[in-house]
């Protein structure tokens, strides 16, 4: 007996660890394509935070529009472990995702006394298109944590409301989830009326539950009202609820969160990526059909519960507590001027777990092996919801770039890219010019951007400036970098080179070291000043006789005497345009130990242009 027990667990286990690196799996091969290279806007204001204020400043910010030290705390300890490698954000992001998704699968798992609909639960969670911002963003640890913590407060009231004696913590965690929770995201002090709600179907008689909720909520609202000033929930877009709450907005947006909860996307492509109408047909009755196997899940359901009289009660009261759950979470994200996409991911997780105990309920697992056809029937429909969402929620993911910050964290990531991925360090201490600035690029990100590859957090020297071409710079200098916009591809282009070579086209006798032979050859491009600077530096000994002949456009002619170790010249040119210049050197450099052209090596040339 003791070693069936022993087989069992260990096939627990085991079961347990395969769900495991399978949604490990499927999460990073869902997510591909998906990086975080550069920051910008919140990110990078966050970084920016994290790197300027002291540990309290930052995780307890007193007097700001919010107060979230549960996910500041997080935040904190994330940006720690990333440090300049910006590339990290996804895969830590993705891996608290399949924490997440690992809790679905046990709790659906639970729900309905099989495996394999709990691992459909996890695969769900981790498709869907509603992870987008979790992923995406470094502010989408918020709102993994807070979904975590509201599924955790759902697991821990079905446990003690469907159990004769839940353990004695159950309702602990449940309040210190509910407490955390407030201070990841505002949004969700809203689950209160939850827990009375268990507390009444459970007829909780005794005081401690409801005083201990009760009591937490107002030591919440005390926390926010002494660190915020007021216990008013800030809205989105730096909007307050108070100020923007409208009774028919919110019965809208409700009604929309409950279509987005059936597959359909209701809301306008910069939020959903596409909306319903405008998806291809079989987008549309893909999800009719997904749509319709639910339908035939709920009326199975209803009917084995309404003949169940015993269990009857209990069902009603399991019911309620997931549709209120899902409800409130629906409410709280009603009231603000609009509803986001990834805001509805905690209720569809809500409405998928549910699916999985309409599972445990309509095919009960004792009656598993009695008769197999009931629970291969109905369950079916389950897994064939999934199998009809894998291709719908791949497709709506292949919209991301219709989301309304999409187009510009591809920007900055390109900017990272064609900056200091190519550079690394050597960027640092480097002007960089952006020709144009149609992506309306900040003073503060300029400023900030490149700080956030730098160990030492300043990238110093490094300056962004802005030009309208390539003839507001003169000649190249190596710590120039030219940078064109590509609002068709929504990338950077890294073009010094090219600039470079335009602007100091070397014919022959010239070299990128400065040195010159003694006869050389090189088209030259001014700046809108139209001069050319020469700094000539001869390390040989002087005898008064060296002298360069410059010849610029084949008309104008002068000859440098070389009566010190360094002369300058400078000559008028048409501005913006390119003048060819020649020099012929009457001496040579007799030291040097090589001889790249047809002539000997002469002087070291520095040549710019205004």
């Not at 002090?189 to 005083?211: G, H, I, N, S, T």
């Not at 197999?372 to 064939?384: G, I």
């Amino acid at each position: 007996m003791k070693d069936r027990q022993w087989i069992g667990k260990e096939a627990a286990w085991k079961d347990e660890i395969i769900a495991a690196v399978l949604l490990l799996a499927f999460a990073f091969f869902i997510n591909r394509g998906i990086e975080i290279k550069g920051l910008y806007m919140d990110d990078l204001y966050l970084w920016s935070c994290y790197g300027e204020q002291s540990f309290r400043e930052f995780v307890f910010p007193l007097g700001s529009t919010r107060f979230r030290f549960v996910y500041n705390l997080a935040a904190w300890l994330e940006l720690m472990l990333v440090g300049s490698h910006m590339s990290w954000f996804v895969p830590i992001n993705i891996l608290v995702n399949v924490c997440i998704a690992f809790t679905v699968y046990r709790f659906a798992k639970r729900l309905s006394g099989r495996w394999i609909i709990g691992f459909s639960g996890g695969i769900l969670y981790l498709l869907s298109r509603m992870s987008y911002y979790q992923i995406s963003q470094v502010w989408g640890l918020m709102e993994s944590l807070a979904l975590w913590a509201a599924i955790g407060i759902l697991y821990c009231l079905y446990r003690y409301l469907t159990e004769e004696k839940p353990g004695k913590s159950l309702l602990p965690v449940s309040v210190f989830l509910y407490f955390s929770v407030c201070f990841i995201h505002e949004r969700y002090m809203v689950l209160l009326p939850l827990f009375y709600a268990a507390f009444l179907m459970k007829k909780e008689r005794r005081k401690a539950p409801w005083l201990l909720v009760t009591g937490v909520f107002a030591a919440v609202q005390a926390l926010r009202f002494f660190a915020i000033g007021s216990i008013s929930p800030a809205g989105t877009g730096g909007t307050t609820v108070a100020e923007t709450f409208s009774i028919a907005s919110a019965i809208k947006f409700a009604f929309s969160q409950v279509f987005y909860i059936f597959g359909i996307n209701a809301g306008p492509e910069h939020l959903s990526g596409l909306s319903f109408s405008g998806s291809p047909a079989w987008v549309r009755v893909f999800v009719i059909v997904a749509d319709i196997l639910l339908l035939l899940m709920t009326v199975i359901f209803l009917t084995v519960v309404i003949k169940e009289r015993k269990e009857r009660k209990k069902r009603f009261q399991v019911i309620g507590l997931f549709l209120l759950f899902i409800a409130l979470c629906i409410g709280s994200s009603s009231v603000t001027i609009r509803v986001e996409t990834r805001w509805v991911y905690v209720s569809m997780t809500a409405a998928w777990l549910f699916a999985a105990y309409m599972c445990g309920v309509a095919v009960p697992k004792k009656e598993a092996g009695a008769d197999l056809t009931r629970p291969l029937l109905y369950c079916s429909l389950f897994l064939l919801y999934g199998i009809l969402m894998l291709p719908i929620e791949s497709f709506y993911r292949g919209k991301y770039e219709n989301l309304y910050y999409w187009s510009s964290q591809l920007r900055y990531n390109s900017l990272a890219e064609e900056t200091y991925g190519k550079y690394q360090e050597k960027l640092f201490g480097k002007k960089i010019y952006i020709i144009g600035n149609t992506y309306d690029m900040s003073d503060f990100t300029a400023r900030t951007f490149f700080k956030t590859f730098d160990k030492k957090r300043t990238a110093e020297g490094t300056e962004v400036t802005f030009i309208d071409s390539i003839n507001s710079i003169g000649l190249l200098t190596p710590n120039m970098l030219v940078l064109r916009e590509d609002p068709a591809h929504n990338a950077y282009q890294d073009i010094t080179d090219f600039v470079r070579n335009l602007k100091f086209e070397r014919i022959y006798g010239c070299y990128e070291d400065g040195w010159l032979d003694q006869k050389a050859k090189a088209r030259i491009m001014a700046g809108k000043e139209g001069k050319i600077h020469f700094k000539f530096y001869y390390p040989g000994v002087i005898t008064g006789l060296e002298h360069i002949v410059v010849t610029v456009n084949g008309s104008e002619q002068r000859v440098i005497p070389i009566n010190a170790s360094t002369v300058t010249a400078e000559f008028d040119v048409p501005p913006s345009q390119t003048s060819e210049v020649t020099f012929e050197s009457n001496f040579y450099y007799d030291a040097a130990t090589e001889q790249r052209g047809e002539t000997r090596l002469s002087v070291v040339a520095d040549i710019t242009a205004d």
